[in-house]
Nanobody, 124 residues
Framework: QVQLVESGGGSVQPGGSLRLSCVPSGFTWGYYSIGWFRQASGKQREAVSCISSGDGSTHYADSVKGRFTISRDETTNTVSLQMDSLKPEDTAVYYC?????????????????WGSGTQVTVSS
């Protein structure tokens, strides 16, 4: 039973920082792609950033490039998303998701398992 436990969400002021963490468990895949997705009110879920467990390849949405950084701890499999220079537009529910047996994948329509989400709110 694959599980993804997210943490680190909260409320910050514009320009602030937040660090999200995702701890996956219960999988038997030899390799996978894992990352963060977000869904703002009234909008479709979109990919924010993903990373490959195989070679560490990363993907970032254009809207977050230069501000967000994804990383993975190879020992614990914990995936973190460091979010800096946060903007009100970043406000959304952030979800951790995983796609097994893919070296790299970051499509919200094709992920195998999802976490329950963590709220990120950026406002004055």
């Amino acid at each position: 039973q694959v599980q993804l436990v997210e943490s680190g969400g909260g409320s910050v002021q514009p320009g602030g920082s937040l660090r999200l963490s995702c701890v996956p468990s219960g999988f038997t895949w030899g390799y996978y792609s894992i990352g963060w997705f977000r869904q703002a009110s009234g909008k479709q879920r979109e990919a924010v950033s993903c990373i490959s467990s195989g070679d560490g390849s990363t993907h970032y949405a254009d809207s977050v490039k230069g501000r967000f950084t994804i990383s993975r701890d190879e020992t614990t499999n914990t995936v973190s998303l460091q979010m800096d220079s946060l903007k009100p537009e970043d406000t959304a529910v952030y979800y951790c998701a995983i796609r097994g047996e893919y070296y790299w994948y970051c499509d919200p329509d094709g992920m195998d398992n999802w976490g329950s989400g963590t709220q990120v709110t950026v406002s004055s």
